[in-house]
């Protein structure tokens, strides 16, 4: 068996903020937005960004939201990215920061808390 993995599913509660956040102020191009199903594709190359809208009257739901999500997203300069974002009023937990392994990370907030790395070198 081969496995592709195509799509990371993030969870949102404002649809339309979520979408501003991450096709406006990151710059993350969509693949498909279906506003009435709650479910847009980001390009991000190999395996897309999936942004799923949430109820907030659904407990279980809310459990997805606001949480590290475990999706690094690679750029060419971190420290230029970072410094963009940061412009745009991206909330980042730390500055770029170089790894024992020789990579440099920066973690960074969507409006509803979920966690995304930055991984540069």
């Known amino acids: 068996m081969n496995f592709e993995l ?33 479910w847009a594709q980001l390009d991000t190359g190999a ?4 942004l799923e809208r949430a109820d907030p009257a659904d407990e ?9 999500v475990g999706a690094s997203l690679e750029v060419g300069d ?4 970072y ?9 980042f937990l730390e500055p770029p920061a170089e790894q024992p392994w020789g990579g440099t990370l920066a973690h960074l907030r969507d409006p509803d808390g979920n966690v995304l790395t930055l991984l540069g070198q």
């Open 83 to 91: 410094e963009t974002l940061l412009a745009r009023g991206v909330a």
């Open 6 to 38: 195509r799509v990371l599913r993030i969870f949102v509660t404002d649809w339309e903020r979520a979408i501003r956040f991450y096709t406006e102020t990151l710059g993350i191009p969509t693949t498909f937005r279906g506003d009435e199903m709650g």
């Open 60 to 68: 279980e739901a809310m459990g997805f939201v606001g949480r590290f």
């Open 47 to 50: 395996c897309n960004l999936a």
């Open 78 to 81: 971190i420290h230029a990215c």
